[in-house]
């Protein structure tokens, strides 16, 4: 097939050659990069927290007086929970993996550096905490019920002996010899790592730089975490307000929250943002494939006479499909060499707004060949009925 | 004329229905998208107080010097925190550098309603510039004033949604409250009022619900009610509520009205003094460092709209232009297939300004029938968007956020209509080009 003729054709009429191949180059600048971000975000909110999701929930409540024996209420509470049908373990947290606030600490391996070798996400557990969270154990050994410290407001100390996930363990101690250093929180007070549990995601999302604490908090507002048997959730869900106002009525239980819930408040703008750029690009690939018909159904019925012609002088129906075909692919060839490069400018512009890595070339490339079947497959339709055209229009005429 | 315009345009955009529905189309679908996604920037980004935002000021202050490591809140990079802490936020008051200023924090606190289980309430302890800095309105009694503030007294505030559960059907002024165990007196109950995003507290929240109750910072201080929204440490303050107090947290908001550009050079330079006899004093071994923001740049500042939903504005407005580009394309092969119509009205007499007008009023028309469906599919839009943010409660302050209001209305129609004319521009210029003879001629 000869693309000369093709082209000066396509020179002779280009306004619409010109439209169709800016539209075709803005959809796949737009596709590529939705898409990178669609597939970013999807990999972000199926980012294991690292606890038995599927069978922990979370019951907030608050004591309305100031009880002194605030500890004591706390046990009480959490051995009701524990003495729920279907309950695995409960414990008593101030946040939990991808809860949305918590807080971090400064980790050294000397007492007097001026800069912390690590960062870690701060966890509160108990003896119980191994269990309700599902933690998968790697080294070492969990708290023994004598470890665990009171937390009162602002007069913290640091516990004796603490447990960190890997990835904490791995940023201490690169050699892997984690387990019974020392480290120091500040210059007098300094912990022992008795233990190394599997990847726990932070309390925002992101950094699994976590670490143990045992400690109760005693506030007069407090997290239960309640782990149950598979499918027993929903009951003990139930059941735990009711249990717990029967122990102290005067309180107020603010929210039970399976820890689903939590996963989908946590990722809600993710997920909109997602679904809003998956509608987007459904709907401009159907409008830039409706341009391209009919566009070229314009450029046939206009050139209905000239098509006959050639007709009539020999070209096979497989030539004028041929012809509109080869057409489409110069205009949305250079529609997606356009295409990439504006793909390319919008990602640089998102990587740096957003802290997304730049889009791959697979994208671009996958892109790329979306776009230009899609053409193909659009102007098939069009194509077809100018090859339909019979060679008896070029005599009929005029 | 224009009536006979309106005709014309009518019986030729009936003439072919399949091209002028594909036309309208893809006129409304394009504005539905890019209506919605602006609709949501619009009110997410809105100004929260326009008739005062570039005299209302929050200072920063470099408390924790070079040397902190954790990350920064205010995601700026420039690594000042993005509240005072307690004595510095004391020390700002006390200078008295501006006409009003207030201090404030989060609080949360149980409410004892006259029947049934207390409920938490969430709300703020504010000093009494406050409510005049911020012009809240009130719908029964008033503000408390200095006296109130210095007497550490137990009076209150409350929000609409509190007052009318706390007591039902009743003037709340002049009752008393149970707040978290004490008892308050309630001076003032303000109308529905939510600032959106709620500036003068954005890192504990910036699109809630508006304020439960108010009460005295002074007196909020002294029965040590801990902060339950933004609190940002550089180390862990260890000894109990005074070691707070004197700590390097930073956790309380600091608002200053600076009407006038000299007064906002001043209040800057004695920030700086302040700064450096902080340092002189032996509180801080590095240079000052300090920042002063109006309203509109805090925002900006902590980043109250999110990066994504500034993508996806860019997506909805790439595809309305995708949209233009192909209205642009269908109404060049219209007005085309035409040429010999144009050329006939030419040649009985019709001017090229008359053969423009009526291209114009065709495009007016599709551009209006565009927007009304655009409308349309904005609405639908937005209450998918509501859906997808969990923001189902029409009751509720944040769901007005994203809702169309008549400007929205206008301006979809007005962008609708400007959109279509100028993608026919270019078309309907070719149109009137026509030369009348050469049309008649051919077949």
Redesign the interface.
Known sequence: MDILPILRALVRSK??AI??G??IA??L??LC??LS?ILQFGERMRQPAGIDEANIFILQT?Y???PPDIKARLQGDLAALRALPGVIDADTSITLPLLGYG????LGLKPDQ???TA?ANVYHVTDHGLATYGLKLLAGRWFHPDEVIDLR?????APASIVVTRELARTLFPAGNALGQQVWF?PTQSSRIIGVVDSVAGPQRGGSESMYLPEIPLNK?ANYVVRTRPGMQAAAMRAAPDRLYRLV????I?QVLPFSGIRQ?TF??????S???AV??A??LV??A??IV??T??WV??RRRQIGMRRALGARRIDILAYFHTENLLIAGAGVALGIGLALA?NLW?AR???LTRVSAVYVCGGALLVLALCQLAVLWPALRAASIPPAVATR?? | MLGYYLQMAVRSLRRNVA?TA?MVV?VG??IG?SMT?LTALRSMSADPIPDKSGRLFTPQLDIWGP?R???DSGGNGDRLPTGLTYRDAVAFMNAHKAARQAVMYAV?L?V?PAAG????AQGHAVSADFFSMFETPFASGGPWGQKQDDNRESVVVLGARLAARAFPGADAVGRTLNLG?RDYRVVGVLKPWAPLPRFYDLNSGAFGEGEEFLLPFATAVERQI?TNGFES?N???????E??LN?SCAWIQFWAELPTAAQVRDFRTWMLNYAAEQRRLGRFHWPPRVALHDVVDWLVYNKVV???????S???N??L???L??A???M??RF??RAKEFGLRRALGASRRNVFLQCITESILIGLLGGALGLVLTAIGLSG?RQ???MTDPASAVHRLIALDTGMVVITLAVAVGATVCAAL?PMLRASRVQPAWQLKV?
């Open positions: 306004t619409g439209l169709i800016l539209q803005l959809t600048a737009m990069n939705s971000i608050a309305v007086d100031d807080y971090n600490e400064g001026k800069f912390p960062t407001f602002y007069a913290n100390v500040s507002s009525n005067d309180r107020i603010r408040r809600q703008l993710d997920r909109t943002v679904i809003v750029l987007v690009c709907l401009l409008v830039t409706c341009g009919g566009l159904m314009y019925a206009r919008a998102l707004s957003m802290e005429a005029s | 091209l594909l893809a679908v394009g998208a996604a040397q490591n954790q990350p949360g149980y004892r289980r207390p409920l938490q165990g801990n440490c180390e862990t303050p260890t000894g109990g509520w070691a707070h700590s999110p990066a994504a939903v500034r993508a996806i860019l997506a909805a790439s595809f232009v995708v949209c580009l192909n642009v394309g269908v060049l092969a085309a297939s968007l997808l943010l969990g270019y077949e």
